[in-house]
């Protein structure tokens, strides 16, 4: 118990550390590629829409740490890369707009949003 | 002397070294550039006052007045501030504080609850104080992280620490942190507006048709000027704002701008809301037919085919008289229809809800009389109007403009013949929404708002108008010719126009084509008949 508070502990503090320097994350611009990219594809079924409020923060946290999309077939990180992007750009406009922001930006920009949209969020979130 | 002197030249010469190398030593060490903000040059979260604890919003405000000194003032004479309009053409006091409509109705004696969407704090009735700065709230409009709250019922005020609410109620509205939020203060963004104006009327969409939380980051499908991934325009994009007053108000509307598109310092350039404003008067350049529609034609009367687009339904209609139906067990019921939208509630009565609305149209000249309390109202066969929209087809200042009409049966006064002023809102024994009973709801919210009220309670059918502005169509989704030149035109009810194809006449259409084809005949025959004397010689 001991170790875990103090596990616990030290990765607030690293966080906090990080924070400190760390891009101001935009959650707007999180919303937008959220909602163009992500539920573009996930609008099919059989997966279907996934609500950023269907998760709450500490699961969406574990999944982009994780970093497994498709249940491991590839990586959450791919989806928000600039090489993504540029693959889809002539057929989603949010790709295309957001076609050279640096790929953790625009990930942690995502992360925002799925905090705030989350389950325990601040103001839980849909998908559209 | 001169050892002195090749000392002093040693010393200029490295002096001289340092200086030349100076600049490549430093860019070889290529320090991190500093995280530069390009959207602001104020970043508030260096700002040491409001590096601390807020525990109400007031606090906020005082921290953003000691820089902003006139800020407060500048809200002070503004609609937003004093929810007070006095309308120049037709001399009527209008504004949120006078107005009645056909939704929840009226202010007066339910501030607690209507004024959450008050850019101020702690107006709970008539004696809050209009002169006081720090009541002026920054935040709802200046907020960037999309977290600043005012719950209904707390008189706009804001929950520094969690709370039960309403008291006994069991339900505990969640603290936000003011201080995060003062940190990250920026410009009014779709989100700050929408938070009052996307839930006007008491949810999302209700009452405008043409705002909903749709909008909040739409696509270009639903509105081609706020596309959130193309022109990404925000609410102050149109509506241009200055010394904090918000320019294009539905209290006095422009229906026809005559004005132009603005140049840059040019003085009388009119409200910069309108189509017109960017786009000039004759902004079709492929088809010149279409510019002379724009001399009758409102702009939106083509470019939003439909409101209520986004996914979100409007309210299209609310019948307050059918309030007050109880269950088996005396308790307060909610109905919903297959889609799980609430179609009726105890404490409102029955509603009906529209998607992909079609507008109605109108002639409409930008005047606009309200029926106020203090106005004489008949019951009859035809709907009292909440707001009469002026115009005719003749008088040269209306244009063809699409509207929702919301339509509804409120509780009026049948002996002094005026609307009424309930009390819905309040935890208390009087309010509608709690007790449901009339009687006492209307003496206690006539009384506050100072109108006499003979105790008589009746229903009367109203309507309102609200000029559709917002959610328009990429122009490949404008309306087609066919849409009003047909038979079944949208325009069916428009008068004093003739509209091809809708108005043609049978008879008529019959002779002019007898015509065109015995001139054709005609033509031929002569032609026929020269070829063939032709050819005799």
Redesign the interface.
């Known amino acids: 118990m001991k170790l875990a508070t103090t596990l616990a502990a030290g990765v607030a503090l690293s966080l906090l550390a990080a924070s400190a320097f760390a891009y101001d994350a935009d959650w707007k611009r999180g919303r937008v590629y959220y909602r163009s990219v992500c539920t573009s594809c996930h609008a099919v079924q059989p997966i279907g829409t996934i609500n950023p409020s269907s998760k709450t923060k500490a699961e969406w946290a574990a999944y982009l740490k994780a970093d497994k999309h498709a249940k491991g077939k590839d990586t959450v990180k791919q989806y928000v890369s600039k090489a993504y992007r540029a693959s889809i750009k002539s057929g989603n406009k949010a790709a295309e707009k957001f076609a050279d922001t640096p790929d953790q930006e625009l990930l942690d920009d995502v992360a925002a949003f799925l905090t705030k949209g989350a389950k325990d969020g601040d103001s839980p979130a849909s998908c559209n | 002397m001169g050892h002195l002197f090749n000392r002093a030249a040693l010393a200029l010469c490295c002096a001289g070294w340092l200086v030349a190398t100076g600049p490549v030593l430093a860019e070889e060490a290529k320090p991190e550039p500093k ?1 530069l ?1 390009l959207t602001t040059t104020a970043d508030h979260a260096k700002f040491k006052e409001l590096q601390k604890t807020f525990n109400s919003g007031p606090e906020v405000t005082k921290a953003c007045l000691a820089c902003h000194t006139e800020a407060a003032g500048q809200i002070h004479r503004t609609k937003h501030w004093k929810w007070e309009y006095l309308n120049p053409d037709t001399k009527q006091t209008l504004g949120k504080k006078t107005v009645v409509n056909n939704f929840c109705i009226s202010v007066a004696s339910n501030e607690a609850a209507c004024n959450s969407c008050h850019i101020g704090y702690g107006w709970k009735d008539a004696s809050f104080d209009f002169k006081s700065e720090e009541n002026v709230d920054c935040l709802a409009c200046h907020d960037t ?3 600043y709250k005012k719950p209904s019922g707390l008189a706009g005020n804001v929950v520094t620490k969690d709370m039960e609410f309403p008291p006994g109620s069991g339900k505990i509205l969640k603290a ?1 942190d003011l201080s995060k939020i003062a940190q990250k203060v920026g410009k009014s ?1 779709r ?1 700050t507006c929408g938070a009052c104006h996307f839930f006007g009327g008491g949810g999302d969409g209700v009452k405008h048709g043409d705002l909903d939380s ?1 909008m909040s ?1 739409p ?2 499908e639903l509105d081609v000027h706020m ?4 022109l990404d325009f925000t609410c102050g994009t149109c509506h241009k704002t200055s010394s904090h007053d918000v320019a294009g108000s539905r209290y006095s509307p422009t229906a026809k701008d005559s004005k132009g598109a603005h140049l840059r310092g040019k003085t009388d350039n009119g409200n910069p809301a309108t189509c017109v404003a960017c786009h000039n008067n004759a902004p079709h350049k492929s088809v010149a037919r279409l510019n002379q529609h724009a001399g009758k034609i409102a702009c939106q009367t083509c470019h939003i085919p439909s409101f209520a687009r986004g ?1 979100i339904p409007t309210k299209m209609t609310w019948d307050w008289s059918t309030a007050g139906q109880l269950d088996a067990a005396g308790k307060q019921i909610t109905k919903k229809d297959a889609k799980g939208r609430i179609i009726y509630e105890s404490r409102k009565g029955d509603f009906t809800l529209g998607e992909n609305v079609k507008p109605e149209y109108v002639w409409f000249n930008g005047n606009v009389t309200y029926t106020l309390i203090t106005d004489k109202i008949e019951k009859s066969d035809q709907r009292v109007p909440i707001n009469k929209i002026g115009g005719s087809p003749s008088d040269g200042k209306s244009m063809i403009w699409p509207m929702k009409v919301f339509r509804g049966s409120q509780p009026y006064d049948p002996v002094n013949k005026t609307l009424v002023t309930p009390h819905t809102a309040g935890n208390d024994d009087t309010g509608y929404w709690k007790n449901l009973n009339w009687d006492k709801a209307i003496a206690v919210g006539m009384n506050t708002s100072g109108h006499p009220f003979s105790g008589k309670i009746d229903f009367i059918k109203t309507e309102m108008s609200w000029p559709i502005n917002h959610m328009v169509a990429p122009k490949e989704k404008a309306l087609g010719c066919a849409e009003c030149h047909s038979k079944d035109s949208r325009l069916a009810g428009i008068q004093g126009v003739y509209i091809p194809v809708r108005d043609n006449n049978k008879l008529l259409d019959t002779i002019g084509w007898a015509v065109v084809f015995l001139t054709l005949l005609g033509v031929i025959g002569h032609g026929a008949m020269r070829i063939v004397t032709a050819r005799r010689h």
């Open positions: 995280p903000k992280t999309g977290n936000i963004s989100d749709s980051a696509e270009k596309d959130a991934t193309g996914g």
